[in-house]
């Protein structure tokens, strides 16, 4: 499976943005799928994801109630609406897939297999 990551840019703090993860390869409707992120001088860190059935998302506390994950099976690209964009949202936003990440397992960066390019993210205050 390859990943590829799009739809990053330069906003006002306020406004949203779209991101998307077009995947290549079979089956990947069955591979949980998860969004990180890495700020300038930060360690990675996970944003939102859900589970290989789709049946459960998980959120960082800080992104709970602006940001939203979807996916579309007939496009295999999952889709990460931003909205309420703030300044330490900032940072390189990468997709992650793997067919086998347990639920328990979603937010660990280590537990995927295929990444994304990453794509900037700037907020402006």
């Known amino acids: 499976v390859q990943l590829q990551a799009s739809g990053g840019g330069l906003v006002q703090a306020g406004g949203s943005l779209r991101l998307s993860c077009a995947a290549s390869?079979?089956?990947?409707?069955?591979?949980?799928v998860a969004w990180f992120r890495q700020a300038p001088g930060k360690d990675r860190e996970f944003v939102i994801g859900?589970?290989?059935?789709?049946?459960?998302?998980v959120f960082a506390d800080s992104v709970k109630g602006r940001f939203a994950i979807s996916r579309d099976n007939l496009k295999n690209t999952v889709y990460l609406q931003m909205n309420s964009l703030n300044h330490e949202d900032t940072a390189v936003y990468y997709c992650?897939?793997?067919?086998?990440?347990?639920?328990?397992?979603?937010?660990?960066?280590?537990?995927?297999?295929?990444w994304g390019q990453g794509t900037q993210v700037t907020v402006s205050s």
């Open positions: 859900f589970t290989r059935t789709g049946g459960r998302t």
């Open positions: 390869g079979r089956n990947f409707r069955s591979y949980a």
């Open positions: 992650a897939a793997d067919p086998s990440v347990i639920t328990s397992a979603l937010t660990m960066a280590t537990q995927y297999s295929y």
